[in-house]
């Protein structure tokens, strides 16, 4: 996100200095349509003698071709880094919608491993309520199985007792 903010900054700043260039690039132009009349009339004097005076406006003009060229070359950098830096947000963009997207999925993901989780504790609690139940009735009968066998075993040994009461 704070690359995106800063990424928009970067984009206005570009945009001010090509406003800025532009502005520039009006201001030399009027500068050299003013220069273009100055030497007009400078070539009017110097017809009358001043060859000095238009060595001077031409270099002048020199000058001022250069610092167009000079001017003109900034605005081209600017707007080719303007360009890339288009580009480079479009793909930025692009990636966070897609980071987005893949949020969205995990999270699905992620309830859907939730309520499996709930079903498999609501599963296991089911699966130990049976499990404590037969325990509990295995317990029981256990305990019925100890009764029986001791009832058993008394009246086995009552049974021998009386056979060998019978027997004598």
Not at 102 to 110: F, H, K, S, T
Not at 122 to 146: D, F, G, I, L, P
Request: charged share 45%; hydrophobic share 30%.
């Amino acid at each position: 996100m704070a690359d995106t903010s800063r990424m928009a900054e970067d984009l206005r700043v570009e945009q001010e200095n090509s406003q800025h260039a532009e502005k520039v690039k009006r201001s030399l132009d009027a500068n050299m349509k003013d220069l273009q009349r100055r030497l007009d009339e400078a070539e009017a004097i110097a017809l009358k003698g001043g060859k000095r005076a238009i060595q001077k406006q031409e270099n002048r003009i020199r000058d001022l071709e250069n610092e167009i060229a000079h001017h003109s070359r900034a605005h081209q950098e600017d707007l080719k880094q303007l360009r890339k830096n288009e580009r480079r947000l479009k793909e930025m963009s692009f990636q966070a919608d897609e980071d987005r997207k893949n949020q969205e999925r995990i999270q699905e993901l992620v309830e859907k491993l939730q309520l499996k989780i709930k079903t498999f504790k609501r599963q296991v609690e089911e699966a130990e309520e049976q499990a404590s139940s037969n325990m509990a009735k295995y317990r029981k009968t256990q305990h019925e199985y100890e009764d029986n066998l001791e009832r058993a075993e008394i009246a086995e040994s009552s049974l021998n007792k009386l056979r060998s009461k019978t027997r004598l």
